[in-house]
C-alpha cells in the first residue's frame, strides 16, 4: 500500500511539474501583440522525450501540431547547441557579413531583405530587417540562429513573423517594408533568416546588429544620402556638399550607393579614409528608373530611397544622436541670427524630436547674379574657384519667392533613439510621444539646387545667405581639388534630373 501511495505520488508530482512546465514554455513565446506565434523550437523543463511521456506528447500536439519536443536546460544561458528535430536539414549561418546585397526571400521574387537590426517595440524584443515586398505577400517565417555557451554548435528557433509595409503612396511592384520577428527572451541571435515556410532552406542569412541604450553615442549629426543612381559622375557637386555640410557641423556621412562613375569613386574612397564617409552599396535586383528612360516599368520608387533612409536610421541609431536626411543638391541652412550651425539653429527651437525643415528652389538655370553693373557679390579673389569648381551656392544667390509648406519637398533632423521609421519628406512614426516641430524658415531652410530648363519661369528673390560661408567654403575646396587633381569634376555634359 505504501508502495502504490509513493508511485501515485510521484506520478502526480511529475504530471504535475509537466504541465506546469509545458505551460510556462509555451508562454514564453506569445507574441508581444497578444497573439501566440507559431513556435516549433518549444522546449520543456523536464529530461523526459515525447515517446517517455505520452501526456506530454499529447499537450504538445494540442499546441503546436507536432509530436516533437526539445529538452530545455534550466536557464537561457545553457542551451546544449541541438537542432530542433523538425527541420534537421537546416545548417547554421557560420561564416558570413554584412555583404551589402538584397538577398531573396523566396524563389518567386516576391520579397527581398537587406539588413537585420536589433529592436524594442513597446519594450519588447524584436529583429527588425530591412526590405522589399509585393503587397499581396503577407505571411513570413524567422530562423532565428544563436550561440550555445556550452557547445561550439549554434541552436536555432523558428518563428512566425509579420510583415509592415511602409506608407509612401507608391504603385510600383516593389513596397518598402520591415520584416519582424519577435524574440522569445532577451538574448540577441548572432543572425537571421527570413523564409516563407517553417522548414525551407534559407535563401538570405543576415548577421543581427545589436542595439543597447548603454552605447555611447560616437556623432552629433550623421547625414545619410539616398542612393547614388544614374552613374552618377558630379565629382564637382559633391565635394561641395560635403565640405559645406562639415562646415554646417556633419560628423559622418552615409551614402548609399546603386550606381556611380569612378571619378565619384575617388572622391568617396578620400573621405572614406578620413573618417568621415561610409558607402553603403545598394544593388537593387528590379528594374528601376533610368536616363534615358527605357521600356521597362521601374518596380520600385526612386532606388528604395525610404528603405535605404530607414537602413540608415538602424544602421547609425546607437551611434548618433541626429540623423539629417538630405540630398546631393540639398543644403539645410541656419537663417537666424548668430545662428552658424546646425548646432546654433537647434538652440534656438523648442525641444523635440524631430525637426521639419520647409523647402526652397534655387534654380540653376537661372543666371548668375552678379549685382547692379555686374559686379560681383562674392569676394573678388574667390570668383576663379567658384566658376573652376562650380560652386553653386555661391554662383546661385536667387531664389524662388516660395517656401513650400511641411511635407512638401521638406526634409529633416531626427533623434535618431526616437524615430521608429523616417520617409523622405517627413518622420512617419515615433515610438512613444514623440513629435516633430516644423522650423519656421527665418530660423532654418531648405536649400534646394535644381535645374529645371526653364530660365524665364518664376519669380527670383535676391538671397545672399550663402556668402556667410564663403570663406571657409573655397579655402575648403582647393584643399581638397589639390588632392584629387587627376579626378575629373564631371564625365557628363547633361544635367538632367527626375
Not at 510521484?10 to 512546465?21: D, E, Q, R
Not at 508562454?27 to 508581444?32: G, N
Not at 523550437?41 to 523526459?48: D, L, P, Q, R, T
Not at 525551407?200 to 560616437?218: A, C, D, H, Y
Request: charged share 20%; proline share 6%; hydrophobic share 35%.
Amino acid at each position: 500500500m505504501r508502495i502504490r501511495r509513493k508511485y501515485f505520488s510521484v506520478t502526480f508530482s511529475l504530471f504535475i511539474l509537466t504541465a506546469v512546465s509545458l505551460w510556462m514554455s509555451y508562454s514564453l513565446f506569445i507574441d508581444p501583440r497578444g497573439s501566440p506565434p507559431m513556435h516549433v523550437s518549444i522546449y520543456v523543463m523536464a529530461g523526459k522525450t515525447a515517446s517517455e511521456t505520452p501526456i506530454m506528447r499529447r499537450q504538445f500536439q494540442s499546441l503546436t501540431g507536432s509530436s516533437e519536443l526539445k529538452t530545455m536546460p534550466p536557464s537561457k544561458s545553457d542551451h546544449t547547441g541541438k537542432f530542433s528535430s523538425e527541420c534537421p536539414g537546416l545548417v547554421p549561418p557560420l561564416n558570413f557579413r554584412d555583404e551589402q546585397k538584397w538577398l531573396p526571400v523566396d524563389n518567386e521574387n516576391m520579397m527581398f531583405v537587406f539588413s537585420a537590426y536589433y529592436d524594442e517595440i513597446d519594450g519588447k524584443p524584436y529583429i527588425r530587417l530591412i526590405g522589399l515586398g509585393e503587397d499581396q505577400f503577407q505571411l513570413i517565417v524567422c530562423h532565428l540562429w544563436f550561440n550555445s555557451t556550452h557547445s561550439k554548435h549554434p541552436y536555432f528557433e523558428i518563428i512566425q513573423g509579420k510583415i509592415t509595409f511602409i506608407a509612401n503612396g507608391s504603385s510600383k511592384r516593389y513596397q518598402e517594408v520591415y520584416f519582424l520577428c519577435p524574440l522569445p527572451n532577451d538574448v540577441v541571435p548572432y543572425a537571421v533568416s527570413i523564409v516563407t515556410t517553417k522548414c525551407q532552406k534559407p535563401l538570405n542569412s543576415l548577421p543581427v546588429q545589436p542595439w543597447t541604450q548603454q552605447v555611447e553615442i560616437k556623432r552629433n549629426f550623421t547625414v545619410c544620402v539616398s542612393p547614388l543612381n544614374m552613374n552618377y559622375s558630379r565629382a564637382y557637386e559633391i565635394v561641395e556638399w560635403l565640405e559645406l555640410n562639415i562646415i554646417l557641423g556633419a560628423d559622418y556621412f552615409f551614402i548609399y550607393n546603386y550606381s556611380s562613375a569612378f571619378n565619384i569613386r575617388k572622391v568617396l574612397k578620400l573621405y572614406t579614409d578620413r573618417g568621415l564617409v561610409e558607402v553603403i552599396q545598394w544593388p537593387l535586383p528590379m528594374h528601376v528608373d533610368t536616363w534615358p528612360p527605357s521600356d521597362k516599368t521601374p518596380e520600385v520608387t526612386y532606388f528604395g530611397q525610404t528603405a535605404a533612409l530607414n537602413d540608415c536610421l538602424y544602421r547609425n541609431r546607437p551611434y548618433t544622436k541626429f540623423m539629417i536626411n538630405v540630398d546631393v543638391d540639398e543644403f539645410i541652412i541656419p537663417r537666424g541670427n548668430r545662428s552658424y550651425k546646425w548646432v546654433d539653429m537647434l538652440k534656438q527651437l523648442p525641444e523635440a524630436s524631430g525637426y521639419i525643415i520647409r523647402h526652397t528652389f534655387f534654380r540653376k538655370d537661372w543666371p548668375d547674379y552678379r549685382g547692379a553693373n555686374n559686379k560681383s557679390l562674392v569676394s573678388t579673389s574667390y570668383i576663379n574657384d567658384i566658376d573652376r569648381y562650380s560652386l553653386v551656392t555661391l554662383k546661385k544667390l536667387q531664389r524662388e519667392s516660395g517656401i513650400l509648406p511641411n511635407g512638401q519637398r521638406s526634409k529633416y533632423i531626427v533623434k535618431a533613439k526616437d524615430a521608429v521609421t523616417v520617409r523622405v519628406h517627413d518622420i512617419w512614426q515615433y515610438r512613444n510621444e514623440q513629435n516633430s516641430h516644423v522650423v519656421d524658415p527665418r530660423v532654418g531652410l531648405l536649400h534646394h539646387y535644381r535645374n529645371w530648363f526653364k530660365p524665364h519661369e518664376g519669380t527670383r528673390i535676391l538671397d545672399t545667405r550663402m556668402l556667410l560661408y564663403q570663406d571657409k567654403l573655397v579655402h575648403r575646396i582647393r584643399s581638397i581639388w589639390a588632392k584629387l587633381e587627376s579626378v575629373p569634376l564631371d564625365l557628363q555634359t547633361v544635367d538632367k534630373q527626375l
